[in-house]
Nanobody, 115 residues
């Protein structure tokens, strides 16, 4: 059974930082492209960042988070991270971890940024 479990969300003031984690089980993590998405109230879920599999682990970001967010992975721990710095109120959302090959999703973790 494939499971993606996110953690690390919370309430932070604007300009603050959070690090999200997503632990994956039930698949060969290192072979899989992973990503983070978010969904704010009343809005559609949107892409935030992704990281490819393999030794290159090329990252990709939505424009609004470039230079503030960093996605990384630790294949030894079957975990993908999202380091979020200089957070803004518009980053407030539920953040979801995604495994691309079979379209698996985690349950989400709430990030709230106060102004």
């Amino acid at each position: 059974q494939v499971q993606l479990v996110e953690s690390g969300g919370g309430l932070v003031q604007a300009g603050g930082s959070l690090r999200l984690s997503c632990v994956v089980s039930g698949i060969i993590f290192s072979d899989n492209k992973m990503g983070w998405y978010r969904q704010a109230p009343g809005k559609q879920r949107e892409f935030v960042a992704s990281i490819s599999s393999g030794s290159g682990s090329r990252p990709d970001y939505r424009d609004s988070v470039k230079g503030r967010f960093t996605i990384s992975r630790d294949n030894a721990k079957d975990t993908v991270y999202l380091q979020m710095n200089n957070l803004k109120p518009e980053d407030t959302a539920v953040y979801y971890c995604k495994q691309y090959l079979y379209d698996y999703w985690g349950q989400g973790t709430q990030v709230t940024v106060s102004s």
